[in-house]
């Protein structure tokens, strides 16, 4: 198996720089287009055969140094308790959003192979199917960011009832946090045992918060999952989207690497991470639009700049836009095998 | 007058803190809602009896130490040839996008005592019925900012199309920034003469840019109008919204006070901005819908980071949202002063 994407998670030597892309099965893909034009994305999620399709999708067209399983970070919330649809262009709906002490108690932490067992026969087929190829990362949404979509019913843009139930109500929103908190570990958990090389907790929504609010409401959660999972020995990412103000603390999440956006100079992020950790990332999604002449440029950049981690792992500073030309992204993965074998 | 902001803003010694908030005329008065009840938004913009009346509802109701003029950032460039509307949920729509060479050569640099009278004819009025008060903040959009409404015709989630065109077509984008910043630069000068004390220039989408390329396509423009506008003598803020991984080059814009979102450390910006500028903000705007007990403890921890910079100008990191109470508003103007002044 190619395992470069492992060692530079460890921050062990690489004869180049491993390159995987975060929401690469996905909408920019015809042949992604292809599975989801016969089926509901909730049902591509829960159908282990096409989920595993769509995963091995950019492992080939892309060649890619890590396939990361298909599906959705809300998609454990249901067995908790949430009404969950995806609208079309609208994004999740969490019908039954958690607002009061009364809603938290009635959320369950629900027990993986009851209640997910679809994600771990995924994972258990991508395991055979890539025997040989490149390592799998599972994943999750950390428990702050699932917070918000339980708490807003969906996406938000101010986050007014998450940060309000946060405040007013501190109690009720650290019981919440618990509840989830407990199902993450489980669900990665459960995602290691079935056959997962590495996880990557996903903390899209951090970034909201401003720093002394991360430090008690999300940075506590994501610290004790990663060391709840330290025993399985796989290596641990931890994406903190919107982390320019948040990067001293990210480092004390006890994460192997530690994702960032492209809103922050990635030298800068290394010398704010201190030495201890790998990192991702993490090129401007919207860099896809330009030349291959500027993406060069882009590239060797981030490249120089990610030498003076102890590891690096290229990747988007976010999710692949849907309106990327594929040739676009499978010139991305050329250029940082070229450029960095150099 | 109540000059305290003004001298915050210089680095000279204040007895308090002063504070105004950012949308501080706005919506979440229901003293604007009547007003605006019987125009429309734009309508409101350009009749100058009006919109010195919404600027002064929050120096009268809230107490703050500075009025801000009411206008929107997009005005200027209706005469710059931009078709400009308002929908009411919606925002601005700007009809006909600037996409290439053509479109950038029809642009026109306007005279704005010819295509703006009314914004100075209102500053005229507010600094009559101002006399004795508090001074008067006059502001414009940063011209990257003001480039993304042009090139993607509206607001944007990820600025695909800026940019494309800033990637792709360099030369038309510079062009076009050549435009918008001669335009800015007139546009503010004249807001001075007719008697702003002050003048804030808001970056509120430089944020979504990777710091290399903010170096090029944002700050050179700030950078000259700053420079353009030190003849004048009155203090220039800029504010840079999602600042996080900005700063460092921030602080060389020239500006007096430096502007920051919420998403950093107050006390951490300080240090990286250097001890040569003053800083405004930066409270989570959510945190006016926590209690008056929170909001304490959260305006005292910025004033004490804040005491570390050349001046403090407390303000919000972002807008006041809709949704928030005035009565929150006004402890919050409240608690600035009586905490200060210890």
């Known amino acids: 198996m190619n395992d470069t994407f492992l060692r530079a998670c460890r921050g062990e030597d690489v004869e180049y720089t491993p390159v995987w892309i975060m929401r690469q099965a996905g909408r920019y893909l015809p042949e992604y287009q292809k599975v989801r034009a016969g089926v ?3 049902t591509l999620c829960k159908t282990p055969e096409l989920a595993a399709e769509v995963t091995l999708q950019p492992v080939d067209i892309l060649g890619v140094d890590a396939a990361i399983l298909f599906s959705d970070i809300l998609i454990p919330l249901e067995a908790m308790g949430m009404k969950l649809r995806f609208h079309e262009n609208k994004g999740p709906v969490l019908g039954n959003p958690v607002r009061g002490a009364g809603d938290v108690e009635r959320l369950r932490v629900p027990e993986p192979l009851e209640s997910v067992p679809f994600v771990l026969e995924t994972i258990r087929i991508l395991r055979k199917a890539l025997s040989g190829k490149v ?11 699932l917070a918000t979509y339980m708490i807003e019913g969906g996406g938000s843009k101010n986050f007014i009832n998450t940060k309000a ?3 007013r109500e501190p109690e009720v929103f650290h019981s919440l946090m ?7 570990i489980a669900y990665l958990s459960s995602q290691i045992e079935a056959g997962a090389h590495a996880v990557q907790v996903f903390d899209s929504w951090a970034g909201a918060l401003a720093p002394d609010d991360y430090a008690v409401n999300s940075l506590p959660y994501v610290k004790e999952t990663v060391k709840a999972l330290r025993p399985f020995g796989v290596p641990v990412i931890y ?3 919107n982390c320019g103000g948040l990067l001293e603390q990210a480092r004390a999440s006890g994460a192997d690497v530690i994702g960032i956006d492209w809103r922050v100079d990635i030298g800068e992020a290394v010398k704010r991470l201190g030495g201890k950790v790998s990192v991702q990332g993490n090129l401007d999604p919207c860099a896809l639009f330009s030349s291959v002449d500027v993406l060069r440029l882009k590239v060797e950049d981030i490249l120089k700049k990610g030498r003076t981690a102890r590891g690096h792992v290229f990747n988007l500073g976010h ?3 849907p309106q990327t030309r594929p040739d676009m992204a499978r010139a991305l993965v050329d250029i940082v095998h070229e450029l960095s074998r150099n």
Chains 1, 2 share one sequence.
Do not use: C, H, Q, S
């Open 319 to 321: 999710g692949i836009l």
């Open 135 to 145: 390592p799998l990362i599972g994943f999750a949404g950390a428990p702050f960011t």
């Open 178 to 184: 618990r509840k989830i908190t407990d199902t993450t």
């Open 239 to 241: 994406f903190v989207n």
């Open 40 to 42: 509901d994305f909730l």
């Open 165 to 167: 139930l946060m405040y």
